[in-house]
């Protein structure tokens, strides 16, 4: 482990591999691993439109956490806002994201300045490529394109 407390975190609807990689991270790296979880207020208001609910999700992040993960330390918060608890825990000394966050972490690392916490380290999850070479999503997964492990099935234009 390289940190005590590390966040991360994500809607995660239909998990996937991509789900699986940045959670392999922030076990590898972390000693304690807090999870912000997307509300489904924020999804909503990020553009967002989960098949699963809050509570869904969850129930199906919990199951993971306790078979790939067995006896390690979590938390998981609902996550209201872009940074959840990365901003509000002293404690937490590393983020694990892909790069499209990575780019929101100088906001993060600033707004924890004010709070007179350490900035955050960042360790970058690459994304995971589905079987046509484009990253696996939730929303692929949605439309029908892909399965969570990233086959391809329904052959779009």
């Known amino acids: 482990m390289r940190y005590n407390t590390v966040a991360t975190g994500g809607t995660f ?8 990689a940045l959670l392999e991270r922030s076990f590898a790296v972390g000693d304690t691993v807090v999870i912000g979880l997307t509300s489904d ?74 709070k007179g916490f350490p900035p955050l380290e960042v360790e970058v999850v690459e994304h995971i490529l589905a079987q046509d070479g484009k990253p696996v999503s939730s929303t692929r997964i949605r439309r029908g394109e892909i399965d969570p492990e990233g086959n391809v099935l329904n052959r779009t234009r």
């Open 13 to 20: 609807d239909h998990i996937h591999r991509g789900h699986i």
């Open 41 to 114: 207020a924020f999804a909503a208001k990020e553009g967002k439109s989960p098949d699963q609910t809050y509570e869904e999700r969850l129930a199906a992040l919990e199951r993971l956490i306790h078979a790939k993960f067995p006896g390690r330390r979590y938390v998981v918060a609902k996550l209201e806002d872009n940074f959840g608890p990365g901003i509000a825990s002293k404690e937490v000394e590393a983020i694990v994201v892909t790069k499209e966050t990575a780019a929101k972490i100088p906001i993060a690392n600033a707004l924890r300045a004010e």
